[in-house]
């Protein structure tokens, strides 16, 4: 069965201190991956989606970069967080099909920039 | 292209009904319906691929007219379970890429 596995839970950082969020995926292969963030008023926001390694398509134009160094691993990533980079990131992953198919979200990260 | 929810939240008594919409002023190839209890994950209920399909899960249903890029999820005879956030989604490239979801419909049955 696949799963996917998201952390670490919960992040504490300081303004100006780098990130780094991973994600992994098990039991599927060339899976579509995203990453979302949460935060209130503002549903579920697309920032990153990935159709393959090293493909990498960002929705937003934030200080966020995002990397897929092999093919059931996302990683997301800063260089220096902003007090408005706080909010619950997911990472997803769907089967790519030549149909559309649910999207299995991980248990997520809730990142405070303090 | 984020596509519209509405209402933005609505509060029940246990055992009535509850009609949440989504619209969309881009073409939609598909759509989804996932909910979320607070600090968890989403989880998905359905996806909705043909103009005029509808499906049901349990007591809650949805229906997609293509034509009108819309697309509403039903929910009867609520229950205390029913209870999280509603979002509506949809991948404007089809399968490839980017699903796109709404902000969210704030459900609350209350007892």
């Known amino acids: 069965s696949q799963t996917i596995h998201q952390w670490p839970a919960t992040l504490v950082q300081p303004v100006g201190s780098p990130l780094s969020l991973e994600c992994t995926v098990e039991g599927t292969s060339n899976p579509n991956l995203y990453w979302y963030r949460q935060a209130a008023g503002r549903g579920l926001q697309l920032l990153f989606y990935s159709v393959g390694i090293g493909q990498i398509s960002s929705e937003v134009p934030q200080n966020l970069s995002a990397s897929r160094p092999q093919d059931r691993q996302f990683i997301l990533s800063s260089k220096k967080l902003l007090l408005s980079d706080s909010g619950f990131y997911l990472c997803?992953?769907?089967?790519?099909?030549?149909?559309?198919?649910?999207?299995?979200f991980g248990q997520g990260t809730r990142l405070t920039v303090v | 292209q984020q596509p519209v929810q509405s209402p933005q939240a609505v509060i029940l008594r246990e055992g009535e009904d509850a009609v949440i919409n989504c619209s969309s002023s881009k073409a939609l190839y598909s759509v989804h319906w996932y909910r979320q209890k607070h600090g968890e994950a989403p989880v998905f209920l359905m996806i909705?691929?043909?103009?005029?399909e509808q499906k049901g899960h349990e007591k809650i249903s949805a229906s997609f007219n293509e034509k009108k890029q819309q697309s509403s999820l039903y929910l009867t005879a609520s229950q205390l379970s029913y209870s999280g956030t509603y979002f509506c989604g949809t991948a404007y490239g089809g399968s490839q890429g980017n699903l796109i979801f709404g902000k969210g419909t704030k459900l609350s049955v209350k007892p």
């Open positions: 909705l691929l043909k103009g005029g």
């Open positions: 997803a992953w769907s089967v790519r099909t030549a149909m559309n198919t649910e999207a299995f």
